[in-house]
């Protein structure tokens, strides 16, 4: 088994969990997709319009909102800025609960449980420390933001884009 490296396939297929995505996610998802599409920056077909969709990486939501200034935390490789604002995401969102519990806090908590996690074993401690300190710095930038229900939405909006983008560039079979 292991020449043929069915042993991986079993592996993984065996450590695979299937959950149910709650009904408020796919609401927020699918409302973002249509807003989005609603919207197109330009005149163009629908498949070019949905390749551009699917290429942004989180970029367009801060550009909406007005945030510009943590373009960079969308604009490092795709697995690290899923990584900062993963954690910069869990950081704000205990931070806010201790405050006030928000529908779309939530709505992003349940959103990062369900991308793909990168073991810790394979992210290289150099890089590990810099994600890490970038997270921090990125979630002190969003805590900075007055208005709770705004920060909200833009998190929301970035992960939904960032989400967009991962389904359009990795395997099916990679998909959480």
């Known amino acids: 088994m292991k020449c043929l490296h069915i042993d991986k396939v079993l592996e993984k297929t065996w ?8 009904m408020n996610l796919k609401e927020l998802i699918f409302s973002h997709l249509q807003e989005s599409i609603k919207h197109p920056e330009e005149e163009s077909d629908d498949a070019t319009h949905i390749r551009t969709l699917c290429s942004h990486r989180g970029g367009e939501a801060l550009k909406k909102c007005n945030s510009s200034e943590l373009d960079w935390s969308v604009k490092v490789e795709f697995d690290q800025s899923i990584l900062i604002w993963h954690a910069a995401t869990d950081i704000c969102y205990q931070l806010d609960q201790r405050k006030s519990p928000l529908d779309k ?3 992003c908590k349940k959103l990062i449980n369900m991308i793909t996690q990168v073991p810790p074993s ?3 401690r150099e890089r590990s420390k810099s994600v ?6 990125l979630a002190s930038k969003l805590q900075a933001i007055s208005d709770k229900k705004q920060k909200w939405e833009m998190i929301s909006n970035v992960w939904v884009e960032m989400l ?3 389904a359009c560039h990795c395997r099916g079979n990679h998909h959480a």
């Open 132 to 137: 890490l300190f970038d997270a921090c710095s």
């Open 122 to 124: 394979e992210v290289e």
């Open 105 to 107: 806090s939530h709505a």
């Open 164 to 166: 967009a983008y991962a």
């Open 15 to 22: 450590n695979t969990i299937h959950e149910e995505v709650p």
